[in-house]
């Protein structure tokens, strides 16, 4: 079993429809973003685009991709990959929505990755 | 047979360059995954990368990451081992083992050398100082961009094509560059005395000083490089000195390991080296004598190396007639073959146009091609190689040659014939890629796009010389000059036209209408149709439509441009470029509370603060709104700045008020979102101290009236303004540039500036609607005042006061 925890980090409608929003706390020491989408999944991705590092969390969300912000990759909410013909792939954060609120699957501080 | 028996063999290949990798591919293309498992060792601790590109980068027209051809995901996804940045250090071949630098051990069945080559140094002294490099890795591109980033002077040493490739990119960088050649022309293995010397006048043209004829005796500094001194006396000062006097294979490795050897390692027609188990390709081997240094050839040994690896016994490496051309911007330049007549016997058939910069040069021996040298028009350029290559006899066409394929081949079309060119004229110099390799994929994969094109043959993927040839002849496969629809994206068929008429037509007010009624293809649009329809709605229906600012690119939604590293830059308005001392005090006060780590003057007259943290962004526009400044839009598709100078209230020439004029423009226009951004300028006079011929509206004050001009843009692509009329009040002006304005937002295609929009449009429908046709004028006024009822309000004031206030807030764990 793994040391990671479910971490509470609030009610689905704090996060927009269509928008994301960053976590405070890191992963691995790198920074998490929320995503949800027009029809109300939600999702957690690592919130650096594989290119440039770009906040995806800052992205337009259209279905279930983000386009990021600073040079337009498209990244795939499901699975954290880039769409073709881009190249790339951030990590996928696990979350689950209970009752209405918000878990993410974070690991423990200097659990290893 | 041996592969029967060892299913997996094992494959090592030294080096990750571009030699080695095509191989790997062409291996994998063979199947050879099955074969092999392939353990790749790479000096550089890159994946590997388009070398070629460098150049490139170093002008700023790519970025590493577009160079990289081959990603980390690719070794992983096909069972590769890479160890980069990580060199061989020795190979044992008694027990087949290669042994790195970092002491791994990894025994082969197969070796595969691919050291590529290591940049000439010459020996004097000073080589070794700080600040001077090579031009052959990203490694030197990085110093070269640190050097530009901070010092000023460069001097390449080098004529040939990395010497003016690296001059031009310097340059391009903003470094003030000097380029010192041994010889007295520019390239001269590759192109005669004239065409040199055109290619040396453009490049003077564009501010690169030449040293021709120059010996360089040492490199001189005092810890960094601080010049360079010539043996004939001369000295250039120098913070950067860039040597590209050509190459060497790198063979050290091979020699070592007891290889044959000449120049470069020497490989057999089956690209073998002396030992049946190592095989070498690239810049580091020798092939009947000949050494290599660009790409091309390179391709044909990587297939023939491949599949003999892969036990297809039978290919043979035969190096063809080569083609060089120089990768700088606006400087077309091709050679291949002889670039002289070498004997009384050969014919030279030269043509010169110095007016329109052009020069051609065939070279004839017995009734056949055996050079060109291209100048200024290059097209032919691939045809002459292919002529080459096929030893036709071309005496038929002798007086016409010159003159290229369209007036030799007379009769036929202008422009490539496709039907009539053979399949294995060749259209991709680099790749080596043929028309019949071209129009095969197209058909079979159903290839529609240049992109796709790209991807499953290379043509056109290295230099990118041949992109046209190559969208021409995919235009030709598929059905010719169909030029397809533009739609707004791909989610509808349906052009941003047929859009916003619909949306006016048939009164559509939300996005899920417009959908709807149009048969979008996606449920809820993409990123690129969304921030359209979005605009298109917010003008069509002003105080109606709710912005949706889940439609907006991020600068948009919150009122700040997001920086490279995430954060934020503030501009606040500095109406018509005038300050105080009072704003100057907040601005500064910011500044020190925020730890603002720049503050700059723009292009635009006033001062940006970049740096800002997403969080810190309300506080900041908090305490900029209390000394009265409110947001300068700086991130809008909307109006920007008014640029103005400071005319007839101080300046000896000015004829009217030019800067209370600007305000005046500002007060009226600000907040209003438009197609793309809108810029205005007023000059107090025709010296147009304001540049307001290069901006969307540009009003040029005259004695006893203002010129208003239109569709200026002083961005990627220059256009100076036209002008649209002369009137004598500031009232006509401000109702004038209202009116345009208003037109433009409700008639032009999102993301269209006014300058392709007056373009496409033409200046006489702009006259007949905002000057000519009063009633029309005084509507579109009317709209554009009516639309700025809702569109005035500061947005920075709204967050302060707490609006989308979870934008600026990350989320807690809880
Ligand atoms: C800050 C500033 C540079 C500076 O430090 O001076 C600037 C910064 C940017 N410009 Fe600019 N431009 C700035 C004046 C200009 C000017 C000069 C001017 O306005 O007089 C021009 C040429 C004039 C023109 O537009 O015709 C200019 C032509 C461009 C272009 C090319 C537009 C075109 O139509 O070709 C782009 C690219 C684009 O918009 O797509 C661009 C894009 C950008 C972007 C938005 C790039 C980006 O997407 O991130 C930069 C935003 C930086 C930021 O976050 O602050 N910037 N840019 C200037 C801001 C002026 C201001 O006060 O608002
Ligand atoms: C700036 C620039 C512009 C160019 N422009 C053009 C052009 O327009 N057209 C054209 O046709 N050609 C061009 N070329 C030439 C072209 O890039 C080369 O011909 C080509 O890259 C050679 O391929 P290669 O695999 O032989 O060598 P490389 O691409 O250099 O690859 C060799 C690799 O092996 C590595 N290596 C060396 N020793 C070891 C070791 N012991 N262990 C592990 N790895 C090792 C090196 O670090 C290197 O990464 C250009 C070159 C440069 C530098
Ligand atoms: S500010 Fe303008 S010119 Fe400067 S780098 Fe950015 S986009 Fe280019
Ligand atoms: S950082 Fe995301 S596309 Fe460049």
């Known amino acids: ?113 | 047979m041996t592969m029967e028996r060892n299913p997996l063999m094992r494959l090592v290949v030294i080096g990750n360059g571009m030699a080695a990798m095509r191989t790997v591919e062409e291996l994998l293309q063979r199947d050879g995954g099955a074969l092999y498992s392939i353990t790749v060792f790479g000096a550089e601790p890159h994946p590997n990368y388009n070398r070629i590109m460098l150049s490139c980068v170093l002008a700023g027209d790519k970025s590493f990451d577009e160079t990289v051809i081959n990603t980390r995901e690719w070794y992983a996804q096909n069972g590769i081992t890479l160890f980069s940045g990580d060199p061989v250090a020795a190979v044992d071949r008694e027990a087949k083992t290669v042994t790195s630098q970092s002491g791994r051990v990894v025994a082969y069945d197969k070796l595969l050398i691919a050291t590529g080559s290591r940049p000439l140094a010459p020996s004097i002294p000073g080589l070794g100082l700080p600040g001077v490099c090579a031009f052959r890795d990203i490694n030197d591109v990085e110093t070269m961009l640190e050097a530009a980033r901070t010092k000023s002077r460069a001097v390449v040493i080098g004529g040939g094509l990395l010497g003016l490739e690296a001059a031009w990119g310097l340059k391009q960088r903003g470094m003030s560059v000097a380029l010192v050649h041994l010889m007295p022309t520019l390239m001269e293995r590759q192109l005669d005395v004239p065409a040199a010397q055109m290619l040396q006048k453009a490049l003077d043209r564009r501010g690169i000083s030449f040293f021709t004829s120059g010996q360089t005796e040492s490199i001189t500094g005092d810890g960094h490089v601080e010049g360079v001194q010539l043996g004939d006396g001369r000295y250039i000062p120098a913070d950067l000195v860039v040597l590209a006097i050509g190459i060497r294979p790198n063979i050290d490795l091979a020699k070592a390991a007891g290889l044959q050897i000449g120049r470069g390692i020497t490989v057999f027609d089956d690209m073998r080296t002396s030992d049946p188990a190592i095989f070498a390709v690239g810049e580091c081997v020798e092939h009947r004598g000949q050494v290599f240094g660009l790409v091309a050839p390179l391709w044909d040994q990587a297939k023939v190396c491949a599949s003999h690896l892969a036990g297809e016994a039978t290919a043979a490496f035969a190096s063809k007639a080569l083609a060089t051309s120089l990768k700088i911007t606006g400087i077309d330049v091709f050679s291949a073959g002889a670039l002289t007549a070498a004997d009384p016997d050969d014919d030279e058939i030269t043509l010169r146009d110095d007016a329109r910069g052009i020069y051609k040069k065939v070279v004839l021996r017995e009734g056949k091609l055996v050079g060109a040298v291209l100048y200024g028009d290059v097209t032919d350029g691939q045809w002459y190689l292919q002529l080459m290559r096929d030893k036709q006899d071309v005496s038929v066409w002798r007086e016409r040659l010159v003159f290229g394929r369209a007036i030799a081949e007379t009769g036929k079309p202008v422009g490539p014939d496709f039907a009539a060119m053979p399949d294995d004229t060749q259209i991709c110099g680099c790749n080596g890629v043929s028309k019949g390799t071209i129009c095969k994929a197209v058909r079979e994969k159903n290839l529609t796009t240049l992109a796709d094109v790209r991807a499953h043959t290379k043509a056109s993927a290295s230099c990118g010389q041949c992109t046209g040839q190559v969208e021409a002849l995919l235009a030709f496969v598929t059905g010719g000059v169909k030029t397809a629809k533009k739609t707004i994206c791909a989610c509808t068929d349906q052009s941003h036209d047929e859009v916003r008429a619909a949306i006016v037509g048939k009164r559509l007010k939300t996005m899920a209408a417009v959908r709807a009624a149009l048969g979008w293809k996606t449920p809820e649009g993409c990123q690129k149709c969304r921030p359209a329809l979005n605009y298109y709605l917010l003008c069509a229906w002003p105080g109606e439509y709710v912005d949706d600012l889940r439609s907006r690119f991020v600068n948009e939604r919150v009122h700040a441009n997001i920086q490279k590293d995430g954060t934020y830059s503030v501009i606040p308005r500095m109406w018509g470029g005038v300050t105080t001392a009072a704003e100057l005090r907040a601005i500064a006060d910011v500044a020190d509370k925020y730890a603002v780590p720049t503050v700059k003057v723009t292009g635009g007259q006033r001062i940006d603060l970049l740096g800002i943290k997403k969080d810190d962004l309300p506080s900041v526009w908090r305490d900029l709104n209390r000394a009265g400044m409110v947001s300068g839009h700086a991130y809008a598709k909307g109006l920007r700045t008014v640029k103005t100078c400071v005319g007839s209230e101080w300046c000896r020439f000015g004829t009217q008020d030019s800067t209370g004029l600007g305000i005046k423009l500002e007060k009226l226009c600000w907040g209003s979102w438009t197609p793309h951004k809108v810029k205005l300028a007023v000059s107090g006079c025709p010296r147009n101290c304001a540049e307001a011929t290069i901006k969307d509206v540009g009003i040029v004050c005259v004695e006893g009236g203002f010129d208003i001009m239109i569709g200026g843009n002083g961005g990627i692509e220059v256009r100076v303004t036209d002008k649209l009329a002369r009137v004598a009040t500031e009232g006509e002006v401000l109702e004038i540039t209202a009116a345009f304005l208003q037109m433009y937002r409700e008639e032009a295609h999102y993301l269209e500036r006014t300058a392709p929009w007056v373009a496409r449009i033409g200046l006489e429908a702009i006259r007949r609607r905002v000057i000519d046709d009063r009633t029309e004028r005084q509507a579109l006024f009317d709209r554009f005042l009516y639309s700025q009822k809702f569109a005035q309000t500061d947005p920075w004031a709204e967050r302060v006061a707490g609006s989308e206030a979870h934008e600026f807030a990350p989320l807690e764990e809880v």
């Open chain 1, 1 to 113: 079993m793994s040391t990671a925890n479910w971490n509470k980090v609030g009610r689905l409608e704090s996060i927009p429809v269509r928008g994301a929003r960053r976590l405070c706390s890191l992963y691995f020491g790198r920074p998490v973003a929320v995503f949800r989408t027009g029809d109300d999944q939600i999702f957690a991705l690592v919130d650096e685009c594989p290119h440039k590092k770009g906040p995806l969390s800052e992205g337009i969300i259209a279905g279930d991709t983000v386009a990021c912000p600073l040079h337009g990759m498209v990244i795939g909410l499901q699975d954290g990959v880039a769409v073709a013909p881009d190249e790339g792939a951030v990590k996928t954060v696990p979350v689950s929505v209970i009752e209405g609120e918000v878990y993410l699957h974070l690991p423990e501080p200097g659990a290893p990755g």
